[in-house]
């Protein structure tokens, strides 16, 4: 969260000269429970995606986390690499590979996509595996680089449903879903829900899952919107 204290630093200086630094950012999202809103960033994708030549990586996991951060150092300019604390769900074997502006798919879907990125990602997997159990088949996709994105797989994606959710531990305006909607909305436009923190400040809680449920961004919370709102179609 502190880290904005220096976004006019950031700006007129790293990023405007393009300098070689790279901001890797912890206690993101809600992860920091016990403090309270005060010490919860739900603003920082927004702020920091916005600034020219600035790339923007949630990865999910740890091993996620290392590949992002070594590819970052191999070439010039400014990066943002968004982790939480130490709650993110395992989702990768040690020797899966990723690439700074290439989404990854988990899973392909007929009914429509749930598009992620950190911590939401592994929480995605089990929704999807919650809504197959109910007969409905979603897929998921982990866009762990929000800044540059992967419009050729958005595409792809979009051309197979007319229906994405994003899921992110961010506020939902100028997050993960406002970058897919501001790219779809221009090119394929087709019905994207965004989930995560609508619009208002963090609070405290005595456990990250328990911050998760007061925030409805629990598998089964998850899954019951998705299902409700697929039916309504």
């Not at 009914?111 to 919650?130: H, K, P, Y």
């Amino acid at each position: 969260m502190f880290l904005a204290r220096g976004w006019e630093q950031i700006r007129n200086t790293i990023c405007k000269d393009n300098l070689n630094v790279k901001f890797v950012v912890t206690h993101s999202g809600l992860s920091d429970f016990l403090d309270g809103y005060s010490h919860q960033s739900l603003e920082d994708i927004a702020i920091f995606r916005v600034l020219p030549n600035m790339k923007v990586m949630v990865p999910a996991d740890s091993v996620a986390l290392k590949s992002l951060l070594n590819q970052s150092i191999s070439f010039e300019g400014p990066c943002y690499i968004r982790i939480g604390r130490d709650n993110e769900i395992p989702v990768y074997e040690k020797d899966e590979e990723f690439l700074i502006g290439k989404a990854k798919i988990i899973s392909d879907g007929r009914d429509g996509f749930i598009v992620a990125c950190g911590t939401m990602l592994g929480i995605s997997i089990e929704v999807a595996n919650i809504l197959r159990n109910k007969g409905l088949s979603f897929g998921v996709v982990d866009f762990h680089t929000i800044k540059p994105l992967d419009k050729d797989t958005l595409m792809a994606i979009s051309k197979k449903t007319k229906l994405i959710f994003t899921i992110e531990e961010h506020n939902v305006l100028g997050g993960l879903g406002s970058a897919i909607a501001e790219f779809l909305s221009e090119n394929n436009p087709i019905k994207i829900i965004r989930m995560g923190i609508l619009d208002r400040f963090g609070t405290c809680a005595r456990s990250y899952f328990e911050l998760l449920q007061y925030f409805n961004l629990m598998p089964e919370q998850i899954a019951n919107r998705i299902e409700v709102m697929f039916n309504s179609q």
